[in-house]
């Protein structure tokens, strides 16, 4: 069984920076992709960035790249947000989560999720 739990969200000013991270349990976690998705107050759960079970394997929304930048930890087993550049309409609860498959870019690929963190940018 699979489980995520993210931290790192908070209040930031826009143009900041705020790095998400995600730690991953399970017994085969490093077989799993782990990625982000964010969902704004009345929105659908938006896809951002996916890594894979090896370094090589990394997957952005086009809107994403460029600001977000994904990373992982195989050692560790944490995947990590960097997001800079941050403006209000990045305000959301980003969630990680589990797929079998990469990558994969609708919520209902994903297997296992987090709580989420809520990520606050004012204007």
């Known amino acids: 069984q699979v489980q995520l739990v993210e931290s790192g969200g908070g209040l930031v000013q826009a143009g900041g920076s705020l790095r998400l991270s995600c730690a991953a349990s399970g017994r085969t976690i490093s077989n799993y992709a782990l990625g982000w998705f964010r969902q704004a107050p009345g929105k659908e759960r938006e896809f951002v960035a996916v890594?894979?079970?090896?370094?090589?394997?990394?997957y952005y929304a086009d809107s994403m790249e460029g600001r977000f930048t994904i990373s992982r930890d195989h050692a560790k087993n944490i995947v990590y947000l960097q997001m800079n550049s941050l403006k209000p309409e990045d305000t959301a609860v980003y969630y990680c989560?589990?797929?079998?498959?990469?990558?994969?870019?609708?919520?209902?690929?994903?297997?296992?999720w987090g709580q989420g963190t809520q990520v606050t940018v004012s204007s």
């Open positions: 890594a894979g079970w090896n370094t090589d394997l990394i």
């Open positions: 989560a589990a797929a079998i498959m990469f990558p994969q870019t609708t919520p209902s690929d994903y297997i296992a």
